[in-house]
């Protein structure tokens, strides 16, 4: 690749945070979505009510540098709802990351998540957010780590780290191929990406078959209750081998599953974004506000200390990282 070209490359790879690192880290807001989950629950039925113009959150928008949607909503929602939600964004300049399965099912990985689980999977869904007019800023991998190396239970691919790499890569350019140069953000399990030598090791070799293409960051999805494995223990070495390795770290602030209401949600949320910054000192560059359980039941308004976007504001007001947020 020629010298200019290959800088233009790492420009628009460049994500939209990094400008305002002194501002602290960019937040991302990720809710149920108001579909029935896989689990067999449905929560946030004022999903939809997120992307009308008078929806109560305007402080909250105020602070999103992204908003977080899974394929399996892309895939299956009404074109009239998905145009309107795009445009909402787009609008409010908030950008899109799509979540996308991204480790190929060869012989293996049915029902496993994280799964591409057709070989056209990942470029019909492309195909579908461009024709809707999506302006869609980030692909963001379904830890693939997790699933596609060490996960050894049913339907396991159990690739090797360079396997898994090639195969992701291909992947990835399929999305890339509807929305060139678009950054990845790589998700893993904080219990489930092995040592900090293991998860360097996939570093490199990201690096080694992607290049300039490798994700920009790797985000923590931490098991907060797991007394078994104490993130306090085990995610900071993490955390420092992401940064050795020449990539950025964001985290998940969540509740827990065990949470019994949307209020005890919340507040185990506020005190897991409390303990993390009193654990981890290195600040991440994004922060996800984000649920996949039963609670909190919904996402509106933002002034009622129950609700998703109410986490976001407490984050921005409360939070030392935060730095106000934007």
Request: proline residues 7%; charged residues 20%.
């Amino acid at each position: 690749m020629r010298a200019a070209a290959r800088v233009l490359v790492l420009m628009l790879q460049i994500p939209a945070w990094a400008n305002r690192a002194a501002a602290g880290p960019a937040v991302w807001l990720a809710p149920v979505d108001d579909m029935v989950t896989p689990a067999g629950f449905q929560v946030d039925q004022d999903y939809q009510q997120l992307f009308q113009d008078d929806a109560p959150w305007r402080h909250a928008l105020s602070h999103l540098g992204a908003f977080e949607m899974v394929r399996r909503y892309v895939t299956t929602q009404p074109e009239p709802n998905l145009q309107r939600i795009f445009s909402f964004l787009h609008d409010h300049n908030v950008a899109l990351g799509v979540t996308f399965g991204m480790v190929p099912a060869r012989s293996c990985g049915d029902g496993v998540e994280g799964t591409a689980h057709r070989p056209d999977e990942n470029t019909l869904t492309a195909r579908r957010l461009k024709r809707l007019g999506a302006d869609v800023k980030y692909i963001v991998m379904d830890e693939p780590l997790t699933f596609g190396h060490f996960f050894h239970g049913k339907n396991a691919c159990a690739y090797t780290m360079e396997e898994l790499a090639a195969g992701i890569a291909g992947e990835i350019n399929k999305v890339r191929d509807v929305f060139p140069n678009i950054p990845v953000v790589d998700v893993e399990a904080g219990s489930g990406v092995g040592t900090p030598a293991e998860l360097g090791q996939w570093l490199d070799t990201l690096k080694k078959v992607l290049g300039d293409g490798a994700p920009i960051s790797v985000r923590f999805d931490i098991q907060w209750e797991l007394r078994s494995m104490p993130w306090q223990e085990i995610t900071p070495p993490l955390v420092t081998a992401v940064l050795q390795h020449g990539y950025r770290y964001g985290i998940i602030f969540d509740g827990t599953p065990g949470d019994r209401s949307s209020e005890e949600w919340i507040r185990t949320a506020e005190g897991h974004i409390k303990a993390w910054e009193a654990t981890v000192k290195a600040p991440p560059d994004h922060v996800m506000i984000q649920s996949w359980h039963r609670f909190p039941e919904t996402v509106l308004p933002e002034t009622k200390p129950v609700t998703l976007t109410y986490l976001v504001n407490w984050y921005c007001d409360n939070a030392a990282i935060a730095k106000g947020c934007k």
